[in-house]
């Protein structure tokens, strides 16, 4: 346990679904991360949280949205996905979005069918 | 984009000292390195940082050339355990961009 919770583990969704992924940290920690990592890839940095304003959206489609209503909670809103979009979905925290380590939780594997 | 280069794979000895090189060319002065490690689909995990001394904690430790542009990270004694992908990061204000990292394997 890292003191970032993801849930759920594992998700099985279908294109018409929508559905949310749920990242919790108990680090007193001031910014918020998603990443996605598809088979055999390097990481992607999807969302940078800080004090709950979203400071970075590196292109992400629409389908995700990103919710930030505290510093303790970020969740990932589902809508409409591709089975591309089945990948590990990461959540990550850090005390500040400047010079400072992340904390990442074990990852949601969403499967998109 | 990440700008870190590494081997895309190590073989290493069970108890000798695993050597995982990175090169950060374009680094700037203020910016510092991070490695993390990821077993298996599990979330990466911090190893060590520095910015230009040498580090060192229960883990592993960080070699940084004087010039800056080059590291390396030890595992003094590796174990089966410490078979991972290990990512080397240059940390950047908008945070960190993960390459494809030195695929560890730890042979008995």
């Known amino acids: 346990e890292t003191g970032v919770t993801q849930t759920p583990r594992h998700l099985v969704m279908g294109m018409t679904n929508k559905k949310s992924l749920k990242c919790e940290q108990h680090l007193g920690h001031n910014a918020m991360y998603w990443y996605k990592q598809s088979a055999k890839k390097p990481l992607e940095l999807m969302f940078v949280?800080?004090?709950?304003?979203?400071?970075e959206n590196n292109s992400v489609p629409s389908r995700f949205s990103p919710e930030c209503p505290n510093s303790s909670h970020l969740f990932l809103h589902l809508h409409t996905l591709q089975p591309e979009d089945s990948a590990l979905y990461l959540c990550?925290?850090?005390?500040?979005?400047?010079?400072?380590?992340?904390?990442f939780g074990s990852g949601t594997r969403l499967t998109v069918v | 984009d990440a700008k870190t280069t590494q081997p895309p794979s190590m073989d290493c000895a069970e108890g000798r000292a695993a050597n995982l090189p990175c090169n950060h060319s374009t680094i700037s002065g203020n910016e510092y390195v991070y490695w993390y490690r990821q077993i298996h689909s599990q979330g990466p995990q911090y190893i060590i940082h520095g910015l230009k001394n040498n580090e060192t904690n229960e883990m592993a430790s960080l070699i940084i050339t004087e010039d800056r542009k080059s590291s390396t990270l030890i595992l003094p004694h590796a174990t089966l355990r410490d078979t991972a992908v290990y990512y080397c990061i240059v940390r950047v204000p908008e945070g960190f961009y993960f390459g494809t990292g030195t695929s560890l394997t730890v042979i008995p």
């Open positions: 949280y800080s004090l709950e304003e979203r400071v």
């Open positions: 990550a925290s850090s005390p500040g979005p400047g010079s400072y380590g992340y904390t």
